[in-house]
């Protein structure tokens, strides 16, 4: 086999508060000149084994993000994006947005200033400080359904609300249910007893618990608007650190939890706050993930739609190429 035959994808990886992003720059297939929605497609129907190649293992792996930086439709954008991971194409992501403002800063492509992106689900504007901070404004975000009520083995009864931040989400407030006779999940005590947020040490309890919610939802026929899968679960409980105003545990489509406290995920939050009058358009919501790295958020209401704004940090960490050569009997990646 020559040289000439292996494949060469150029990726630059960050993280956006412990959350990895992966973007491939350069050498990734043909989607067309379309809509993001409609390229979204072509790469999900005819281009999953490069999906596999790029994120999953033995080159990635389950918590890895990727993203097609594509050109945009209309040139006056700054770029076009398609999210994954290793369960499929995602609609969007936030701590993803982030990771690809930093990036564009970085390869020199974009400089300090706003700028619009193409996402699947529509444009996201970015405003980028020139050095590790974005703040984006997602897409708009909602509540579909307030306190739904579902029936999971092993656990129960779960009360949650369903809500689209870009994704769509189950949430399920654990102090909701500290009292309830058998919680949800339960949040320890201290000697003085005061609450331990849940940390890295429980996540393999949590995604357990999220594993189980996201079940009986498929179950039970439970689903986002026009049948859409909920396939991100979201457990919220108290801060680590007191400035804050929230911790929470995200299980991704898949098996991996975000390490961030999620882009979508916290605009879903946001949304649900703020039409439960608990947060005021414009007032700031500190999100904590299960690491303790934290997004700030809040809502712009522009007529009857709630736009949340996110802001958090992220750092490039490798610039690469993946070769896919093809004696390699794991070129494409290790198929779930
Ligand atoms: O930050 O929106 C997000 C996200 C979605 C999946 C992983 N991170």
């Not at 909701?176 to 999940?185: D, E, K, L, Y």
């Not at 704004?309 to 070129?331: C, K, M």
Request: aromatic letters at 6%.
């Amino acid at each position: 086999m020559t040289n000439a035959m292996i494949r060469r994808v150029r990726v630059v990886d960050s993280h956006t508060g412990g959350e990895p992003t992966r973007i491939v720059i350069d050498g990734f297939p043909d989607l067309g000149q379309g809509s993001m929605a409609e390229r979204r497609m072509i790469f999900s129907e005819q281009h999953d084994d490069f999906r596999c190649a790029v994120v999953n293992e033995p080159r990635g792996s389950d918590v890895l993000v990727g993203a097609i930086l594509c050109e945009p439709v209309d040139p006056a954008n700054a770029a076009g994006v398609i999210f994954f991971n290793n369960a499929g194409p995602l609609w969007m992501c936030g701590h993803g947005t982030i990771g690809l403002g930093v990036t564009l800063g970085h390869l020199g492509r974009i400089s300090a200033g706003t700028h619009r992106l193409e996402t699947p689900v529509g444009i996201v504007t970015f405003e980028y400080d020139g050095a590790n901070r974005v703040s984006l404004e997602n897409v708009p975000s909602y509540r579909l359904a307030k306190e739904v009520s579902i029936d999971v083995a092993g656990i129960g009864e779960v009360v949650g609300d369903i809500a689209w931040g870009g994704n769509w989400f189950f949430l399920v407030d654990a102090e909701h249910r500290a009292h309830a006779p058998n919680p949800v999940f339960s949040i320890r005590s201290d000697k003085m007893g005061h609450p331990i947020p849940f940390g890295v040490a429980d996540a393999e309890r949590l995604s357990d618990i999220a594993k189980r919610i996201r079940s009986a939802l498929c179950e039970s026929g439970i689903t986002g608007a026009d049948g859409a899968e909920i396939d991100h679960i979201e457990l919220f409980g108290p801060p680590g650190d007191p400035a804050n105003d929230s911790r929470n545990f995200v299980l991704c489509p898949g098996s991996a939890y975000d390490r961030s406290p999620c882009g979508t995920g916290t605009s879903a939050k946001l949304a649900c706050l703020v039409e439960d009058g608990k947060l005021q358009p414009g007032q700031t919501w500190r999100q904590e993930s299960i690491l303790g790295s934290m997004f700030e958020g809040s809502v712009r209401r522009d007529g009857d739609q709630l736009l949340p704004r996110i802001t958090g940090s992220a750092y490039v960490n490798a610039e690469a190429t993946l070769l896919l050569d093809p004696i390699d009997p794991f070129q494409m990646g290790i198929r779930a």
